[in-house]
Every structure is written in C-alpha cells, then in structure tokens.
C-alpha cells in the first residue's frame, strides 16, 4: 500500500537527516561515541541521498526511486538494530529504534515512482495520423 507520495516523501527525508543528525543532544545520549555517530551518519547519508534521488526533493536526479527506497529501508533496519549490534543498547536504544522503524515504515509506504514520472505517451498509431512507412495518403 503506498500511501506516501513521493513529494512527501522527499520532506520526510530531509527533516528526518536533520532530525538524525541533531538526535544525539535532542535525546541526551551525546556521551556514547557509537550510539552518537550511527544516526549522524545515516542522516548525513538520508541527506545526500535525496540531493541525488530522482523526485521531486532532488537536484541532481541521478538515484532511481526504488534503490532509494531500498536503501532507506536497509539504512533504517541497520539504525534500529544498531544499538545491540555496535554493542550499546545498555546505554540507549529507544531513539534508535524509534527513528529506524519510522524509516522502514516510510519506505515502504511511499509510492514507487515520482509523480513527474508517471506520465506516460500514448504510443502514435501512423496509420490513424495520415501516414504510412512510405509517406502521406493520398
């Protein structure tokens, strides 16, 4: 079910970059050198990504959607699971789990292709235009 579109989207990406990058001093767990540097890199990371992702948020447009997508959703699996696999759940989990399932569940709510994407030719019938292989009718 996509119920994002890919607009929406490309604002969720760049508030939740700012969001990650900023979690370690808005959630107080700044002292833990790993549970710090884990969102600040996948924000950094959600950041470029959509500089670079073709919708309607990127400015080089060179990143299909759908990796995209697949990357948001690796990427924020990886967040969510960070605190016990980098070895710091002790000291913090909740945010990282928190932020790593809302990047999942947005991923794969979001819509496939940009809206700019989805308009498509109707295929030109010659025969119907007045022409043929070998020129106008006559």
Do not use: C
Request: glycine share 6%.
């Amino acid at each position: 079910m996509n119920i994002i579109s890919t607009r929406v989207h490309a604002r969720i990406d760049y508030i939740a970059g700012i969001i990650f990058m900023a979690s370690p001093w808005i959630f107080n767990f700044n002292e833990s050198v790993p549970a710090t540097w884990t969102p600040i890199t996948i924000g950094f990371m959600a950041l470029m990504m959509s500089l670079f992702t073709n919708y309607e948020g990127g400015m080089v447009r060179s990143i299909p959607m759908k990796a995209h997508l697949t990357v948001d959703i690796i990427s924020g699996a990886f967040l969510a699971a960070s605190p016990w696999l980098l070895g710091f759940s002790q000291e913090v989990f909740l945010p990282h789990l928190i932020m790593g399932l809302f990047e999942v569940t947005a991923s794969l709510l979001t819509e496939k292709h940009a809206s700019f994407e989805k308009v498509t030719e109707t295929p030109v019938d010659p025969q119907a235009e007045g022409v043929n292989k070998t020129g106008p009718r006559v």
